[in-house]
């Protein structure tokens, strides 16, 4: 064997060997960053910022805490527009952005994509760089693709503060990271190896879709916020809110919609309220 070969492999193999000691350096880490618990006061800020918190039963209360502990371990958070980053808002973004995720099973990174969380202290002008932006307007979140959220603090919190008004900003755009994590805002966030359920994800959302759209150009009432009507992505992040905040009405009104939600998320809110 010529000795360029040799060198070809023992470089492959170097690589490899790197590459697994690094991958298993990472698991070992978010392995113990779950298993550490939040502290009396870290506890205590989640318990009074976290509506939901304090409605999960005990078994789910330590898995969000778990989650917690890894996304803010793994997530960078930085402020913008003079606002300095405290752990009530690293703690309180991390909790809320993980609810999504309770009973999916997480072992690795939540949401690997992510990389940067970035804080107004209010609202700010987007830059339309989510596909459902048609350009600059003054908002309270946005979902980028290329790993970055960010969200004004007073509206982040005032809607995680208040679970049961329906509108969470916070839920909102990380069920964009859903969405988008197959690399495209169109509503349907991964569902697995089925057919049958994308077949039935397209069929429920999109009819209630239509109804959401046609409804709020009829100026009719709405179950959901007319926000929803904006695209499928829009809809799918506005049916989130709602499925988390205001679980048994939209059970009863929209129950179709309800049993979607409820597969994907593998969450059953009723039992949180």
């Not at 202290?121 to 290329?146: C, I, L, N």
């Not at 994800?201 to 904006?230: M, N, P, Q």
């Amino acid at each position: 064997m010529s000795q360029p070969l040799w060198i070809l492999i023992g470089t492959t193999f170097f690589i490899l060997v790197f590459w697994l000691r690094r991958r298993a350096a990472k698991t070992k880490h978010l392995r113990l960053l779950r298993q550490t618990p939040l502290t009396v006061s870290e506890r205590e800020i989640v318990r009074k910022n976290v509506g939901i918190y304090e409605t999960l039963p005990p078994e789910r209360q330590h898995e969000l805490e778990g989650l917690t502990q890894v996304f803010r371990g793994t997530k960078h958070f930085e402020g913008a527009g003079g606002l300095e980053i405290t752990e009530e808002i690293v703690l309180t973004l991390s909790a809320s952005a993980c609810v999504l995720l309770l009973g999916r099973g997480q072992v690795g990174e939540p949401y690997p994509k992510l990389s940067t969380v970035l804080v107004y202290p209010t609202a700010f002008t987007g830059k339309g760089h989510r596909d459902s932006d048609s350009g600059h307007a003054v908002r309270s979140g946005e979902s980028w693709h290329q790993g970055t959220v960010i969200l004004s603090w007073d509206n982040a919190l005032a809607g995680a503060v208040n679970d049961q008004d329906g509108e969470n900003v916070i839920l909102h755009e990380f069920a964009h990271q859903l969405d988008q994590a197959d690399g495209r805002s169109d509503g349907t966030p991964n569902l697995g190896p089925s057919a049958d359920r994308y077949r039935s994800w397209a069929r429920v959302l999109g009819e209630e879709f239509l109804t959401l759209r046609s409804r709020s150009e009829a100026g009719k009432k709405t179950l959901l916020d007319s926000y929803g009507a904006t695209n499928e992505a829009e809809f799918f992040a506005v049916a989130t809110e709602f499925f988390f905040e205001k679980p048994e009405r939209l059970r009863k009104n929209k129950p179709e919609l309800y049993q979607e939600l409820a597969e994907f998320y593998r969450q059953d809110p009723t039992h949180y309220h």
